[in-house]
Nanobody, 123 residues
């Protein structure tokens, strides 16, 4: 049974940094493209970043490009999202997700999801 468990969220000030982690278990982690999505109150879930199985192809939403970095450690079955220069609009529940078939920024293409971790950026 596949499980994804996120951690690292919290309440921060504008301009601060946070690093989210997501531990994957239940299947070979290296088989999966990993993505981060977020959902703000009253809004639809949106793509944030993804990383290929071998880590050589990160891809970002325009809204986070240059501020967020996605990475993975296949030895630790973990994907990370380093978030710098945080803004109030980054406030959301952040979810990690696993995609077995192909790299995608569409949430419908992801097979497994974590429970989410709250990130709140206060001004």
């Amino acid at each position: 049974q596949v499980q994804l468990v996120e951690s690292g969220g919290g309440l921060v000030q504008v301009g601060d940094s946070l690093r989210l982690s997501c531990v994957f278990s239940g299947r070979p982690f290296s088989y999966y493209t990993m993505g981060w999505f977020r959902q703000a109150p009253g809004k639809e879930r949106e793509f944030v970043a993804r990383i290929s199985r071998s880590s050589n192809m990160p891809y970002y939403a325009d809204s986070v490009k240059g501020r967020f970095t996605i990475s993975r450690d296949n030895a630790k079955n973990t994907v990370y999202l380093q978030m710098n220069s945080l803004r109030p609009l980054d406030t959301a529940v952040y979810y990690c997700a696993a995609n077995f078939r192909a790299s995608s920024d569409q949430d419908r293409d992801y097979d497994y999801w974590g429970q989410g971790t709250q990130v709140t950026v206060s001004s």
